[in-house]
């Protein structure tokens, strides 16, 4: 099993930048493909980035292709969300995963509690 604690959210600027971070303990961590996911209130969780268990592939959904960028660092059990160019509509929980695809939402299996990102017009 493995444990996700994400940090970093906060109250943001549109146009401004934010980097969210999520720590990974417990099973080896490069194991899995890492993933970010979003839920805003009165919406469906959103799969937002993704990358693959050596960083070589990543996927993102359209809405933040450009603005958005996904990385992690196996030696530190850290994946990163570093987002750019902030827009309201942006404003949602920020959920760090775990899973066996990068690019597949279903198959996430572990999730972090969720950061909230708020992003101010």
């Known amino acids: 099993q493995v444990q996700l604690v994400e940090s970093g959210g906060g109250l943001v600027p549109a146009g401004g930048s934010l980097r969210v971070s999520c720590a990974a303990s417990g099973h080896t961590f490069s194991n899995y493909a890492m993933g970010w996911f979003r839920q805003a209130p009165g919406k469906d969780r959103e799969f937002v980035a993704g990358i693959s268990r050596s960083a070589s592939s990543t996927y993102y959904v359209d809405s933040v292709k450009g603005r958005f960028t996904i990385s992690r660092d196996n030696a530190k059990n850290m994946v990163y969300l570093q987002m750019n160019s902030l827009k309201p509509e942006d404003t949602a929980v920020y959920y760090c995963?775990?899973?066996?695809?990068?690019?597949?939402?279903?198959?996430?299996?572990?999730w972090g509690p969720g950061t909230q990102i708020t992003v101010s017009s």
């Open positions: 995963a775990a899973g066996l695809a990068y690019y597949s939402p279903r198959l996430y299996q572990y």
